[in-house]
């Protein structure tokens, strides 16, 4: 009929010798709840086979020392934190059984955003909330779930509603959530009421083993040292006090239709697939987007993934390509059109010196080497992007280059100005505070860095939003209608590239070729490609023309 | 080998791929959301987890988690988010957890703004979080460093199970330039002391709390040889034109790309300037500085926040010369300009020990 066990179960140590003292008693009070909860989650872990899978984090609180007893693996959490923890526990070993054992204090009040959002992403964890209406540890100070006039000894007066507002009720609170697979609140104090307890535990880890998502136990416990009673009378005023408001029960059981979400975590929901933010610019890069990842094309192509091996990390981060000697060339990896960057850097590597060697301009005029570059306009004018390809057109050409934003909040209407070295050196600072090179797409840009440019310095404008010519008479001042000829190709958004195709007609600094490779690389739209070179090719011809015309 | 023009704090992120980093768990913030922007593209397209956390208090705790998996995994943040992670730090000091931490410095104190500021040098490199410990502290002054002394973090944190921090500015955050990455993966080591959800680590704890006052005591005295020992064995620092100097520049991050280019200009005019630059802020190079300090009586420490860094250089130097500081906050970055009439005005002047914003004002613009 019934088999008697006197003995712990396999997952409790025989001898508690992680504590000081008697190695055969807990330091759990006569009476109080966790020796009982213990016990339970302890036999539970034994009769489901998973003592070596499981992983239980302990919080700050009486329960603190639970790695005394449990022979499992062992984390203790910063005050409230266990569900955190445990998240990165899980998250890391799917396979582990994670259990979060808290009190009030811990999960009530400091914890409080901790549980919520664990148990709104729906975490394949299993909390075990122990109860008891105070905070045993310290000594008895008031929890969030000390009841009404309870006198605690931050309370002395007893809770009031007015000082402290109502005990917070967990499971109420939690079911409103969306994710939650499983929410009881149980009590310790009888034996029916311990055998619903012990059930309810097994079903909260059963859940996390069949991969069902978030459940929590909540436990009502007697606490009857702090409580300063016997442990039946600490037993009693869990039925008597504690159960009147928190009502024993079940608030969400969704084990028997939930689908195991082991895997649900990790994958995209339907319809929210990656793409939607990507039409927004149709240069590609801007401020606000990382410079150089997803193009639209190769998010189709790389998904989420969880058989990844090492080898194919470095293309998986466009560091190489993917082909192998003797396979066919493929598609391009990542950044889209890195394949044509790699062709450049092939090329470049083949000279002797081995950087750009070939593409490294010669015959640029004394007065524009090593510029220190400083490119101005209205946010929205393709600023950053302009930067950007000189920086990466002269990287490609074998310069050293930095290339530094200014960023702001992300808010309208601003103006917007980064600052770009090439040079044959080791670029020290890279900040351009005395640009030799000014590029100016708009009237305020100019008032406000003409002063900064070095005697001497080209400043490159665009006359078709500037109509006065520069004030000062010791630089080189060219106009440049950039927006009516970038009109003229079709898109006002790329005045910046007629800017490009300006400044290195002017100074020879980049050739044309290299900066085509940079729009490859930058441009994310294959069709923009095509509207951004020919761009390059007007504001080249814009300058050409003018040297002709003073030439005549 | 090709390069790639890269923001630094993407650059974080293939680096610590590269590493063997599994794990983000981050929450944004300027100017250092690129990294969580990239983490959440690249780490689940290489089999890693990558999860916005509803806080820096919750994501230093799944790094808590995370790392007594055994798992190699980082956050990032600025000022005020790593205030939050301060309590998770001291935390993972204490269990001798590893993590990587990438903290993009903005301007404080309070919401501040999210310029290039130095403002967090104390709380990372002094501790910032409760009781005995310290953090790596790794600072970057390129892109490429980005990824290099990422990866180096990583295993140093294993190494000597503790957690590291890669300490930069906005603007090394921000900035881009070309990356040469390692053309090969790798993967952390195993953690026989973590918990894996097995048999074999079944008998593993992780835990900060020894509740006795004599065993605490051998716990902290066990940090302090692991912190003698990476003292000994792990600063690294840059030194530049500092053989024959006359007057040594001292400056972290964003702010020694400028002092090399103020050191140069020094040159041109015939000043013997040279530049120290700290790679480690924690272990601080204190015994080169020292060491530099027989050979060089005057040294300027320039940084971007109101007279930290310059606290660790008078410590090292102080026994023979003092240490003139130049400050700006708020955002501003020092001009290589700026620098060159700092120093200027240091050599034409005793050393005053003393803050250098007393400059005559008009000094501090260009």
Not at chain 1, 121 to 150: C, D, K
Not at chain 2, 7 to 15: H, L, Y
Request: negative net charge.
């Amino acid at each position: 009929m019934f088999n008697v066990i006197q003995q712990k179960p396999e997952t409790f140590y025989d001898l508690f010798e992680r504590k000081d003292g008697d190695p055969h008693v807990t330091h759990y009070c006569p009476g109080c709840g966790h020796g009982v909860a213990h016990k339970m989650i302890a036999e539970c872990l034994e009769d489901l086979g998973i003592q070596d899978r499981t992983i239980l984090v302990s919080p700050v609180g009486c329960s603190v020392f639970a790695y005394y007893y449990f022979d499992v693996g062992n984390v203790q959490a910063p005050h409230g934190r266990a569900p955190a923890v445990a998240t990165g526990i899980k998250r890391s070993r799917p396979e582990a059984i994670v259990l979060s054992y808290q009190g009030d204090g811990d999960l009530a009040a400091i914890g409080g955003n901790e549980i919520l959002h664990a148990a709104n992403r729906g975490e394949n964890i299993t909390v075990f909330f122990i109860n008891n209406a105070i905070y045993g540890m310290t000594g008895g100070q008031m929890a969030p779930t000390s009841l009404i006039g309870q006198k605690t000894t931050t309370s002395p007066f007893g809770r009031s509603l007015k000082n402290e507002g109502y005990p917070m009720r967990v499971c109420e609170l939690l079911a409103a959530l969306e994710a939650p697979v499983y929410l009881e609140r149980t009590a310790i104090f009888d034996n029916k009421n311990n055998m619903r307890t012990r059930k309810a535990i097994r079903k909260a880890i059963q859940n996390q083993i069949d991969g069902l998502g978030f459940s929590l136990v909540e436990i009502l416990s007697p606490c009857p040292t702090i409580w300063k009673m016997t442990p039946q009378e600490s037993r009693q005023w869990v039925r008597d006090q504690m159960m009147p408001y928190f009502k024993l029960g079940i608030f969400r059981d969704k084990t028997t239709t939930q689908t195991p979400s082991a895997v649900a975590a990790s994958e995209t929901p339907a319809g929210l697939e990656a793409g939607s933010a990507q039409a927004a610019s149709p240069q590609g890069a801007s401020k606000n987007e990382p410079s150089s990842p997803p193009p639209t094309n190769s998010l189709e192509e790389l998904k989420p993934r969880t058989d990844v091996s090492l080898d194919e990390v470095p293309a998986i981060l466009g560091i190489r390509a993917t082909e192998r000697p003797g396979e066919t060339h493929g598609q391009a990896v990542y950044g889209g059109n890195y394949n044509e960057r790699s062709k450049f850097y092939e090329a470049a590597s083949a000279t002797p010196q081995g950087s750009g060697e070939e593409f490294f301009p010669r015959d640029v005029p004394e007065q524009y080497r090593d510029p220190q570059i400083k490119i101005a306009g209205f946010g929205g004018q393709g600023v950053l992007l302009l930067g950007e390809a000189l920086a990466e057109s002269g990287m490609l050409s074998g310069y050293r280059v930095s290339w530094l934003p200014s960023y702001g909040p992300e808010m309208r209407g601003g103006t917007a100005h980064c600052h770009v070295r090439l040079s044959q050196n080791e670029i020290g600072s890279p900040l351009v505070s005395r640009p030799t090179i000014l590029l100016s797409l708009n009237k305020p840009s100019l008032e406000k860095f003409l002063p900064e440019a070095v005697p001497g310095a080209l400043v490159i404008y665009n006359s078709s939003l500037i109509d006065q010519p520069p004030s000062r008479t010791d630089i080189e001042a060219l106009p440049l209608s950039a927006t009516e000829i970038a009109e003229k190709i079709g898109s006002p958004k790329i005045t910046n590239m007629v800017v490009v195709g300006a400044l290195i007609a002017k100074t020879r600094l980049l050739t044309k070729e290299s900066v085509f490779a940079a729009i490859e690389a930058l441009v994310k739209n294959p069709k923009l490609v095509e509207m951004n070179r020919r761009a390059v090719e007007a504001g080249m011809q814009a300058v050409m023309e003018k040297e002709e015309a003073v030439k005549v | 080998m090709t390069k790639e023009l890269i923001k630094g704090n993407e650059a974080i992120v293939k680096g610590a791929i590269l590493a063997g980093c599994r794990a983000y768990f981050g929450y944004p913030i300027t100017p250092a959301s690129e990294i969580a922007e990239a983490a959440a593209y690249y780490f689940p397209l290489v089999g890693g987890t990558f999860l916005q956390a509803e806080s820096e208090v919750a994501s230093i705790n799944m790094i808590y988690g995370a790392s007594s998996a055994g798992m190699r995994c980082m956050s990032a943040s600025s000022g005020p988010g790593m205030s939050l992670m301060q309590e998770g730090i001291s935390y993972l000091a204490g269990s001798e957890l590893p993590c990587v931490i990438a903290d993009i410095m903005r301007g404080g104190p309070g919401l501040g703004n999210i310029g290039p500021e130095q403002g967090d040098y104390n709380q990372m490199v002094k501790g910032g979080g409760h009781g005995n410990y310290h953090n790596i502290v790794l600072a970057p002054n390129s892109a490429q460093e980005m990824c290099d002394l990422t990866m180096l973090a990583f295993d140093l944190a294993d190494q000597y199970r503790n957690p590291a921090i890669v300490l930069a500015d906005g603007y090394i955050g921000q900035m881009m330039e070309p990356v040469e990455f390692p053309e090969e993966g790798r993967v952390g080591p195993i953690k026989n002391w973590a918990v894996h959800g097995d048999a074999a680590t079944r008998k593993n704890v992780l835990t900060s709390i020894y509740l006795s006052h004599e065993a605490l005591e051998q716990h902290e005295l066990k940090l302090a040889e692991k912190y003698r020992k990476i003292q000994e064995n792990e600063v690294r620092f840059e030194a530049y034109k500092i053989d024959d100097a006359e007057i040594i520049l001292v400056g972290y991050g964003i702010v020694s790309r400028v002092l090399k280019s103020a050191a140069d200009r020094a040159r041109e005019y015939g000043i013997r300037a040279g530049v120290f630059r700290p790679i480690t802020l924690y272990p601080f190079p204190t015994e080169a500085l020292a060491d530099l300090s027989l050979t060089t009586e005057r040294f300027l420490t320039v940084e971007l926040s109101d007279g930290q860094l310059v606290d660790d250089v008078r410590l090292a130097i102080s026994r023979r010369h003092p240490c003139d500081f130049y400050g700006r906050r708020g955002g501003c970055v020092p001009t290589t300009e700026e620098v060159f009439n700092v120093l200027r005005h240091t050599l034409t002047h005793p050393a005053e020990c003393n803050d250098a914003m007393a400059l005559p004002m008009g000094m501090h613009a260009v």
